[in-house]
């Protein structure tokens, strides 16, 4: 079968098949390196849902030691684009709404991208994708400043409060930084921060106001210019460009969260408990592990860790500090970790099947909740029998 290489990034390869229309990413799995490994579970927790705006997911597969991220296959990327040509003013608004529209969808599910930039937005019959989630982070817990990394791939798109992340954390707003950067860079032809290192941002700044004069389109330089406010409280969010942008009423979505059901199975109920009393503070990455495993419709306790470690993989930092990685895959290597997500994973789209809920803190109390319960009826059960 006809293959042709697209571009290398830092995790993996992508190669286009015309004939299939797809294109096929390729992130090889190492045992003792598991970053390709968590990119992969970051991406497939975005692509799984297929939000709008984002490029279409077909399937995946694990073969040879890698994961095979079978994707729909555009015609180019939004940075061939701004350098092939001065963008037409009506294509510019298009690609910008289409951006807002995708971001819009990630806030709301409480995604941040963090990687947003030209080459990770594709083109296709005059339409904007999102596209490659492998740095993607679901925001749980944004009080945990210091499980937030302050390394983006691009400075030129990097937000001012990204400097100071480990001390005083970020939002999904730097994703609109990133955003009013590429609005600029579409509109002027040149990228609207050119650093060479980050420290130098606060020196190129002082000229912000400038260079979006440069802008004229009178809604667009409105939209850069609250998208690349310095001050976060000021900045606009995603559903606030779109609002400039539209005249439509906005599209509302509703995040699905895993709320449990009364664990009644012994063993399962065994295996969620050393979690949560050994691993406070992770509650939210266990109950999704737990939807994953019920998900998958397996019972055993290598589907549960593989479970475990995956949504492991998605909402926490490396290295693993904590420990519990390391714990669930004592006698798993990442291979089979990878094996298990491909295998499992994408039945998440039944997310829509669970009870929803906005409240993560009352969800959270939810399933400790089940599972003392369930102790105390185990603890009851025992004494009785000891009593007869």
Not at 52 to 73: Q, R
Not at 170 to 189: L, N, P
Not at 302 to 316: P, R
Request: proline content about 3%; glycine content about 4%.
């Amino acid at each position: 079968m006809n293959s042709t290489f697209i571009s290398r990034g830092a995790y993996g390869d992508v190669w286009s098949y015309p004939q299939d229309k797809r294109a096929v990413k390729l992130l090889e799995i190492k045992n003792k390196d598991i970053s390709t490994l968590q990119s992969a579970a970051r991406e497939l927790f975005v692509l799984v849902r297929n939000g709008p705006y984002m490029v279409s997911f077909l399937k995946a597969e694990f073969k040879y030691g890698s994961i095979e991220l079978h994707l729909s296959l555009m015609e180019t990327d939004l940075l061939k684009e701004i350098k092939r040509r001065q963008l037409p003013l009506e294509d510019i608004r298009t690609y910008t709404e289409d951006v807002a529209r995708g971001l819009h969808w990630m806030h709301t599910n409480n995604i941040c991208h963090r990687d947003l930039k030209p080459s990770n937005i594709l083109i296709r019959k005059n339409h904007a994708y999102l596209c490659d989630f492998g740095l993607s982070r679901p925001f749980c817990d944004t009080s945990r400043a210091n499980n937030l990394t302050d390394y983006m791939v691009t400075r030129w798109y990097r937000a001012p409060e990204v400097l100071d992340a480990k001390e005083h954390g970020y939002t999904r707003k730097i994703d609109t930084w990133a955003f009013g950067c590429i609005v600029y860079e579409m509109c002027v032809g040149r990228a609207m921060f050119p650093i060479g290192d980050s420290k130098e941002l606060k020196k190129a700044l002082k000229r912000r106001e400038e260079k979006l004069e440069r802008i004229k389109d009178e809604k667009l330089r409105l939209i850069a210019t609250g998208a690349l406010e310095t001050d976060v409280k000021k900045r606009w969010t995603a559903t606030q460009c779109l609002g400039a942008l539209t005249s439509d009423s906005l599209p509302t979505y509703s995040a699905a969260y895993y709320t449990g059901s009364r664990i009644t199975d012994r063993r399962v109920k065994g295996w969620v408990t050393p979690l949560l009393s050994r691993y406070p503070g992770r509650e939210h990455t266990i109950m999704h592990g737990l939807m994953l495993f019920e998900v998958s419709g397996k019972s055993s306790r290598h589907d549960f860790n593989c479970a475990m470690a995956v949504a492991y993989l998605i909402f926490e930092k490396l290295p693993c500090k904590c420990g519990m990685y390391r714990e669930l895959t004592k006698s798993l290597d990442a291979k089979a970790v990878a094996q298990w997500m491909c295998n499992h994973y994408k039945g998440t789209h039944m997310l829509h099947e669970y009870e929803k809920t906005k409240d993560i803190d009352a969800v959270i109390a939810n399933l400790k909740v089940h599972v003392d319960d369930s102790d105390d009826e185990d603890a009851r059960s025992r004494k009785k029998q000891r009593t007869v």
